[in-house]
């Protein structure tokens, strides 16, 4: 741990400028008028109950413009199962099928800008459909019609960008709803140029407080991640890698992670 | 009758080519925090017909290209542009500029990429000429320079594929003299001879700013 601070120190002080789309927080700057983004990337992910997941995730960002921006989301799940093998000697047939689609809003309602940075602060409802497997464990959806509104405000410098994310999920089982705190901190690590070469570091924490579940403490309720991630870009084009590490996970809720890896790209079009 | 008209049409093509008119825009945008932003800007930008000499700086928020002049936009219209992209305009400026063909065949293509413009550049007397001159053709591509000290105008010719604007008042900021885009750095103003020190706060001429 020591020796990742040291390198980002070391990183951080040869001038590095400006950086590109943090990778799990929600980014806070509109693309523009008649532009749109369209992200597809793979997870590994390991959830509580030995449940393994393999899934293609596809979100595009269909129509918007320097205020507003509508796009869809929706993931398919390749050999999914349940490893009992530790307590049986069994493994069940892993199986794939579609995971639940979602529709986000966003509206930017705030707008700082100075020459070389921005501030910049955006409202975000999130509509999800039950249309993931669930007759089947593990289970590809959460079988709810679920809504979550978030605040989303982020401060981008050619240095560095900070980026955060507070929200509810409402769910009509008590099980699913809970509040949302994600915050991001993006370091690149080149000058910034055109035609764009850039490699960016993303320091990502994200957590959620279910305050329904029946925990006898508050921390009963609670679960935070941390997740490292590099990204390079290159022209409209970015490549990115990440890492989950679970650092506080008591609640075991369907979708809570045991760890979680993920590559993919996305392109600006 | 026939050889007169050939060579009334080989002179009128000539005549066309030798002289077209451009608008060389600058502006300053506020809000770009990293290359997706001038992405967005610059995609909003290099489609426009005849646009020429396009170039986005992230760290200062400079925004330069030139357009034909009849394909040319209004200030505002630019300013309108700038806005769809998600960023905020701080001034968007105009100036006419003359893109001159001197000679037809072999070194056709090399002169039609020279362009005369003239800038607005601070400064008091000789030493400064001098400064801002050997500053201006310092910078490659930068053919001919002439500053002249009653206007504070500075005639540049360049050719634009090598240079632009942005870059030649980069070059005259930092040897101390205020262009219209480009501030010196203090230090570098503080050093100058006594007779140099041209007034900041003076505000350029009327329809300059």
Not at chain 1, 180 to 195: E, Q, T, V
Not at chain 1, 240 to 257: C, I, M, N, Q
Not at chain 2, 6 to 22: A, H, T, Y
Not at chain 2, 116 to 136: L, P
Request: proline share 4%; aromatic share 12%; with cysteine.
């Amino acid at each position: 741990m020591k020796n990742l601070i040291w390198i980002v120190f070391l990183m951080s002080s040869l001038g590095a400028t400006a950086q590109g789309p943090p990778i799990l927080v929600e980014k806070p700057i509109m693309l523009g008028q008649n532009r749109s983004e369209l992200r597809l990337f793979y997870r590994n992910e390991t959830r509580p109950n030995s449940k393994k997941y393999q899934s293609t995730n596809l979100f595009y960002d269909i129509v918007g413009n320097q205020f507003w921006s509508i796009g869809v989301a929706g993931s398919y799940y390749m050999n999914s199962y349940i490893n009992t093998y530790d307590l049986a000697n069994d493994k069940v047939e892993p199986y794939d099928g579609f995971g639940d689609m979602s529709i986000n809003l966003k509206y930017q309602f705030l707008r700082k800008d100075y020459v070389g940075k921005t501030y910049r602060m955006l409202g975000k409802i999130k509509q999800t459909f039950p249309t993931g497997d669930y007759k089947n464990d593990p289970y590809l959806g959460n079988n709810e019609y679920e809504t979550a509104v978030s605040i989303v405000g982020g401060y981008e410098s050619l240095k560095y960008g900070i980026l955060h994310e507070l929200g509810y999920n409402y769910s009509p089982t008590k099980e699913g709803r809970y509040l949302k705190f994600d915050l991001g901190f993006g370091l690149p690590l080149l000058k910034s140029k055109i035609p764009i070469r850039q490699i960016n570091l993303y320091f990502e924490y994200q957590s959620k407080y279910h305050p329904y579940d029946e925990g006898p403490t508050y921390f009963d309720n609670f679960e935070a991640y941390y997740t490292q991630s590099i990204q390079f870009a290159v022209g409209v084009f970015t490549f990115e890698a990440t890492y989950l590490w679970p650092l506080y996970r008591v609640h075991d809720g369907h979708f809570s992670k045991k760890e979680m890896f993920q590559i993919g790209s996305r392109m600006i079009l | 009758m026939r050889y007169i008209l050939s060579i009334l049409v080989v002179l009128l093509v000539i005549f066309q080519g030798n002289s077209q008119e451009s608008v060389a825009y600058t502006a300053k945008i506020k809000g770009m925090s990293c290359n997706y932003c001038t992405n967005s800007v610059n995609k909003k930008f290099k489609n426009l017909p005849g646009i020429s000499q396009l170039n986005i700086d992230l760290e200062t928020g400079m925004l330069s290209f030139v357009l034909p002049k009849e394909k040319s936009f209004t200030i505002e219209e630019i300013e309108e542009k700038i806005k769809k992209t998600g960023y905020t305009p701080v001034w968007v400026k105009a100036s006419e500029a003359e893109i001159g063909v001197k000679a037809m065949g072999k070194n056709m293509e090399e002169n039609n990429e020279l362009m005369t413009v003239s800038i607005f550049v601070k400064g008091n007397c000789g030493m400064c000429k001098d400064r801002i001159e050997e500053a201006t053709t310092k910078v490659k591509g930068v053919k001919e320079a002439n500053w002249d000290s009653e206007t504070q105008q500075l005639k540049v010719v360049f050719n634009d594929k090598k240079t632009s604007l942005v870059a030649i008042e980069k070059k005259i900021a930092s040897v101390g003299h205020d262009t219209e885009h480009e501030e010196a750095p203090d230090s570098v103003y503080n050093n100058l001879h006594g007779c140099c020190k041209y007034d900041r706060e003076a505000t350029m001429p009327a329809g300059k700013e």
